[in-house]
């Protein structure tokens, strides 16, 4: 609980660099040094007698670091006057109406995540819980590559007109068609490898194969409605935000209640997943009406389609042919050779049409 003020100072400094168009704190203080400080240092304590400690210490130690890091760079970039801080302002009327929808996401989303885990400890057993926890750990990972643009995205999109324009919507889909291309090439990864990839951890979580593979699937899904948040948050609607919110509660505990029974991980994996989708489809449902246009164009889609055939064709022939590791690993490179070749041509094309 200790890290929770200082995460939001650590946030709130690096938003105001992004603002500013400052990208290397944030890259630098995010990806880098928070990590290093927080992993390292567990890592450490857990050859020593202090290993009950586990990441709480390094946890809070690494976001402390963050904060002071993220303080002299808010500094270096802003002309600020100590006169010009004060211990309490009111906000505004426009800033709760602002805020309060985005605010309002991480809040209720921290207890909605945990209802899969509650409900699989509940059906399940501890045993279960275990192997989920882990899997989902690292295919959220992913996340992190849609979350790095999150700050720049709400910096781009809060200068401007108000609403859904054209240049909006042509970074929307852009962001979008970048993160999901890094994106799919982990996904069969783990869909062709997610046994040995588990396996090499501990044979124990080597059968959560399929709860990795379902998970890292749906987060193809879950970034188009993450992706809204920042591309609205600027100017626009925000009332698909809180009704987003409230279709994935109800959705998850529904969901979860009716399949954990019967699917263990992998039924928590999926329930949880097709939760975040119905949210995400809710999410582009609502500035569709909004901005009364498709914000996704098909320019971007196809190529994302099109690309993951090279994939897919390696998935056809571990599940069909079952040729062997060997053969498997060499398929895998083989499609991914071409699918970076396929997403080096559209990025080429996309940025020279907009050059």
């Known amino acids: 609980m200790a890290s929770v003020p200082v995460q939001a100072g650590l946030l709130l400094f690096l938003q105001t660099l992004f603002n500013k168009r400052v990208l290397f704190y944030g890259m630098l203080i995010r990806n880098l040094i928070v990590p290093v400080l927080i992993y390292g240092p567990a890592l450490a304590l857990a050859f020593t007698p202090f290993r009950s400690a586990g990441l709480a210490l390094p946890y809070l130690f690494g976001n402390l670091v963050g904060l002071v890091l993220a303080g002299i760079g808010f500094l270096r970039n802003y002309e600020i006057d100590w006169k010009d801080w004060a211990l309490a302002a009111f906000p505004s009327r426009a800033l709760l109406r602002f805020s309060l929808p985005l605010a309002s996401t991480d809040f209720f989303m921290s207890f909605a995540y945990r209802l899969d885990l509650i409900l699989l400890g509940r059906f399940s057993g501890i045993h279960e819980v275990e192997i989920y926890s882990l899997i989902v750990m690292l295919s959220n990972t992913l996340k992190s590559l849609r979350q790095s643009f999150d700050g720049i995205m709400l910096a781009v999109f809060s200068t401007g007109a108000d609403g859904v324009d054209a240049d909006?919507?042509?970074?929307?889909?852009?962001?979008?068609?970048?993160?999901?291309?890094?994106?799919?090439?982990?996904?069969?990864?783990?869909?062709?490898?997610?046994?040995?990839?588990?396996?090499?951890?501990?044979?124990?979580?080597?059968?959560?194969?399929?709860?990795?593979?379902?998970?890292?699937?749906?987060?193809?899904?879950?970034?188009?409605?993450?992706?809204?948040?920042?591309?609205?948050?600027?100017?626009?609607?925000?009332?698909?935000?809180?009704?987003?919110?409230?279709?994935?509660?109800?959705?998850?505990?529904?969901?979860?209640?009716?399949?954990?029974?019967?699917?263990?991980?992998?039924?928590?994996?999926?329930?949880?997943?097709?939760?975040?989708?119905?949210?995400?489809?809710?999410?582009?449902?609502?500035?569709?009406?909004?901005?009364?246009?498709?914000?996704?164009?098909?320019?971007?889609?196809?190529?994302?389609?099109?690309?993951?055939?090279?994939?897919?064709?390696?998935?056809?022939?571990?599940?069909?042919?079952?040729?062997?590791?060997?053969?498997?690993?060499?398929?895998?490179?083989?499609?991914?050779?071409?699918?970076?070749?396929?997403?080096?041509?559209?990025?080429?094309?996309?940025?020279?049409?907009?050059?």
């Open 168 to 355: 909006r919507q042509r970074n929307f889909n852009y962001a979008t068609w970048m993160v999901t291309s890094v994106q799919i090439p982990f996904m069969f990864l783990a869909l062709i490898f997610g046994r040995e990839l588990l396996w090499l951890i501990s044979p124990a979580y080597a059968p959560g194969r399929w709860v990795l593979a379902i998970t890292t699937f749906f987060n193809l899904g879950a970034t188009l409605g993450r992706l809204l948040r920042p591309t609205t948050g600027g100017h626009g609607p925000h009332r698909h935000i809180p009704i987003s919110q409230v279709a994935f509660i109800l959705s998850s505990l529904v969901l979860n209640y009716l399949i954990i029974p019967h699917w263990a991980a992998e039924g928590a994996a999926f329930a949880t997943s097709l939760a975040s989708l119905i949210s995400a489809l809710v999410a582009f449902a609502g500035v569709w009406a909004c901005a009364r246009s498709p914000i996704l164009q098909w320019d971007y889609v196809r190529p994302i389609l099109t690309g993951s055939l090279f994939y897919l064709a390696a998935a056809a022939l571990h599940f069909v042919g079952k040729p062997g590791l060997f053969a498997d690993i060499a398929a895998f490179a083989a499609a991914s050779a071409a699918f970076s070749w396929h997403a080096r041509g559209k990025w080429k094309q996309f940025n020279a049409a907009h050059a």
